[in-house]
């Protein structure tokens, strides 16, 4: 699956898209948008991006496990050599969970506060009244996609995930 952002001038233009993807196939699970007014186009049935698309959460919540994981099982052999008559493989196990789990919720947290790096290169358009369209195409179609929306609406700027921001997890909000 591919990322594309388009960046749309005005809400009827985005709400001729969103219609445009539809009848190509894209599901509207696909298509998530964000805008300084956006309630008219939720009241069309246009899809609301979440935090989950506009934000870092999922993957500083990856981050968060691994990096809990880690050290809950670093803390859970220092325990085990603590406290002697300790299991070690108990001991390792359930601190690397709680490790994991306490990794995740902590870093979920920041994950909320810091915006999508794609995201937030919008932020001034969207406060001038543009709307960001994000779409989840597969990787066959993204070129129909983009030729469809470009041949009917030259305007719109359209940019995906490259594959280095994709190693980055730059840009992917989720």
Do not use: C
């Not at 609301?48 to 959460?57: C, G, K, P, R």
């Not at 305007?155 to 840009?171: A, F, L, T």
């Amino acid at each position: 699956m591919q990322r594309l952002y388009f960046l749309i001038p005005d809400k009827e233009t985005t709400t001729d898209i969103v219609n445009e993807l539809n009848m190509m196939g894209l599901a509207k699970d696909n298509l998530h948008v964000m805008g300084k007014d956006w309630i008219p186009l939720e009241k069309e049935g246009v899809p609301i991006a979440t935090l989950v698309q506009t934000s870092d959460v999922v993957n500083a919540s990856k981050r968060g496990a691994i990096v809990g994981a880690v050290l809950g099982l670093v803390l859970g052999l220092i325990a085990h050599y603590v406290l002697i008559d300790t299991n070690i493989v108990w001991m390792a196990i359930g601190v690397a969970i709680f490790g994991a789990l306490f990794g995740v919720w902590a870093s979920t947290m920041v994950g909320v506060s810091v915006r999508d790096i794609k995201v937030s290169k919008y932020d001034k358009a969207i406060k001038r009244g543009a709307m960001l369209l994000i779409i989840d195409v597969p990787d066959e179609r993204e070129n129909d996609f983009k030729a469809v929306i470009k041949r009917h609406h030259p305007e719109v700027v359209i940019e995906k995930v490259s594959s280095q921001e994709r190693k980055q997890h730059v840009g992917e909000g989720h």
